[in-house]
């Protein structure tokens, strides 16, 4: 079993920046590819980043904004958001697969946390 813990949510002004972490516990080995996802109430859970290998994905509302990185030997990966907008409040969910293909697609995931809020307020 693998055991994903978030960390670093919180409230923020619109135009900061926060750090989200995930530590990966348990089968660590099983995976190569860990992501982050988004969710706000009544809307689907949606692609934020994701790391596979040296490969790294974003969603375009983010691109140029959040970086996605990861501490192999601490079985962490990190979510860099700069320049938050309102926009970006959710609740961010970190999740650890395989080799998840298409990446963007939440059905391709297969471990997930439970979840840490961001709120960016105006």
């Known amino acids: 079993q693998v055991q994903l813990v978030e960390s670093g949510g919180g409230l923020v002004q619109a135009g900061g920046s926060l750090r989200l972490s995930c530590a990966a516990s348990?089968?660590?080995?099983?995976?190569?590819?860990m992501g982050w996802f988004r969710q706000t109430p009544g809307k689907e859970r949606e692609f934020v980043a994701g790391?596979?290998?040296?490969?790294?994905y974003y969603a375009d509302s983010v691109k140029g904004r959040f970086t996605v990185s990861r501490d192999n030997a601490k079985n962490t990966v990190y979510l860099q958001l700069n320049s938050l907008k309102t926009e970006d409040t959710a609740v961010y969910y970190c999740?650890?697969?395989?080799?998840?293909?298409?990446?963007?697609?939440?059905?391709?995931?297969?471990?997930w946390g439970q979840g840490t809020q961001v709120i960016v307020s105006s």
């Open positions: 999740a650890a697969a395989v080799n998840p293909s298409p990446i963007q697609s939440r059905n391709s995931w297969t471990y």
């Open positions: 790391i596979q290998g040296s490969g790294t």
């Open positions: 348990g089968r660590t080995f099983s995976f190569r590819a």
